[in-house]
């Protein structure tokens, strides 16, 4: 490698320009040609993304190199070209899945969604229940209390309440961490209560299209001032799986991986099979039933 390469983050992208932070300061990137010529269906470079560059001025390079990724959280987005991988943030740390207790009601199947794809990238998943004061504390404990026993970190939290507000500060401090889940959730205000002005910050880089509700989003990190980044993912209305085929889907359900094994047959779907251990454990009350019918919507290819 080149001694004249710097190593940086992608830390935002748009329209094919890219935004660099390497030796503490921000650089303009575009891709080198050659990295355009790739063939590929998914985002060549994206935030989160560790890059080497090469210096066209102190604020202005060239992106030579993009690092494997170890890691991405992701969505199916169909083009006119036909399906591509969106890469929502490469490489973060952590995810934090908000979803509200009231105003929007939450809806758990989509959770499940979001938690498969993170299983599968191995990505640590906080779920955050936001506005816990429309609900109160203990209902809102009881709306999401599926997932602590499946061993996920539950944060409850309310910027009217200020409750937990500081344990989110800790949580994303030197971490590049991404908020996401669907609109109208209050990330914009649990990010302005961990920094001020920073959902502020972030909110201004969504712009309209001026076609009905579509919104074009600028993927941006935001660095934190104790350390890190994070990033605003787009509200989701909708999530798609990208390459998860259905006879592997039983392992990214933590309650369920571990059963697999004692199922009378080794393709076993869980779904109308005898000898099967999953629908064993269904019927005495080990497995959620929201949680298998989200498990089996997702085999079954349903929304």
């Given at each position: ?8 983050l ?13 030796e ?23 935030i ?82 936001n ?24 944060i ?14 800790r949580?994303?401090?030197?971490k ?41 989003v ?30 592997e889907?039983?392992g ?23 000898g ?18 989200s ?9």
């Amino acid at each position: 490698m080149s001694a004249d390469l710097i190593q940086g983050l992608v830390i935002r992208q748009q329209a094919g320009f890219y935004a660099v932070f390497a030796e503490n300061r921000e650089i303009a990137c575009k891709l080198r040609g050659k990295l355009k010529e790739k063939k590929t269906n998914e985002d060549l470079a994206a935030i989160g993304d560790r890059v080497f560059i090469t210096l066209l001025s102190p604020n202005e390079g060239v992106i030579e190199k993009v690092l494997p990724r170890e890691k991405a959280f992701f969505r199916l987005a169909p083009t006119a070209r036909g399906e591509y991988k969106q890469i929502l943030i490469a490489n973060p740390d952590k995810i934090f899945l908000v979803f509200a207790c009231a105003e929007p009601a939450p809806s758990l199947r989509m959770l499940d969604r979001f938690l498969v794809i993170a299983e599968k990238q191995k990505i640590p998943a906080v779920i955050v229940a936001n506005k816990v004061d429309l609900v109160g504390e203990q209902k809102a404990r009881e709306m999401f209390d599926i997932y602590p026993r499946l061993g996920y970190k539950l944060i409850l939290t309310s910027v009217k309440q200020e409750l937990n507000i500081d344990l989110l500060r800790r949580e994303v401090q030197g971490k590049i961490s991404a908020f996401s889940g669907p609109s109208g959730v209050g990330k914009s205000s649990l990010l302005n209560a961990i920094q001020p002005g920073l959902g502020m910050l972030i909110g201004k880089l969504k712009v309209s299209s001026g076609k009905g509700r579509h919104t074009t989003v600028v993927r941006q990190l935001i660095r934190l001032e104790e350390g890190g980044f994070v990033a605003d993912m787009p509200g989701l209305r909708s999530l798609s799986l990208w390459d998860t085929h259905p006879e592997e889907l039983d392992g990214y359900f933590p309650e369920l991986r571990d059963l697999v094994a004692d199922c009378q047959f080794n393709n076993c779907s869980h779904i109308m099979e005898p000898g099967c251990a999953v629908r064993r454990a269904l019927a005495e009350g080990k497995i959620h039933p929201a949680r298998y019918e989200s498990y089996v919507k997702l085999r079954n290819g349903d929304d």
